[in-house]
């Protein structure tokens, strides 16, 4: 089984830009998809996207397009989620997740997540 771990998250302003890493352990990051997901107090847990276990196919919902960007290194064992532009509304834990599906969209597709990193965006 592989175990995940997100840091990264802190609080920032308005137009501020954040890096969070997903660091993974047990196995090796490359046999899965890994996930973004991120929920704000009161709110259902939402998905962000995903990148495939080689890298080649990145998704994201429509509301973070051009302004949040997956990567991954599976040398390292870690996925990052980029997010430039921050805004209020982006304020939320963050977590990342594995399938084993090669193109999971829902919460239910993932099979291991990580224990969250808080994201704070003033204004």
């Known amino acids: 089984q592989v175990q995940l771990v997100e840091s990264g998250g802190g609080l920032v302003k308005v137009g501020d830009s954040l890096r969070l890493s997903c660091a993974a352990s047990?196995?090796?990051?490359?046999?899965?998809?890994i996930g973004w997901f991120r929920q704000a107090p009161g709110k259902e847990r939402e998905f962000v996207g995903f990148i495939t276990g080689n890298g080649c196919i990145i998704d994201y919902e429509d509301f973070v397009k051009g302004r949040f960007t997956i990567s991954r290194d599976n040398s390292e064992n870690t996925a990052y989620l980029t997010m430039n532009s921050l805004k209020p509304e982006d304020t939320a834990v963050y977590y990342c997740?594995?399938?084993?599906?090669?193109?999971?969209?829902?919460?239910?597709?993932?099979?291991?997540w990580g224990q969250g990193t808080q994201v704070t965006v003033s204004s």
């Open positions: 997740a594995a399938s084993g599906i090669l193109l999971p969209r829902t919460r239910s597709s993932y099979e291991t």
């Open positions: 047990g196995r090796t990051l490359d046999r899965y998809t």
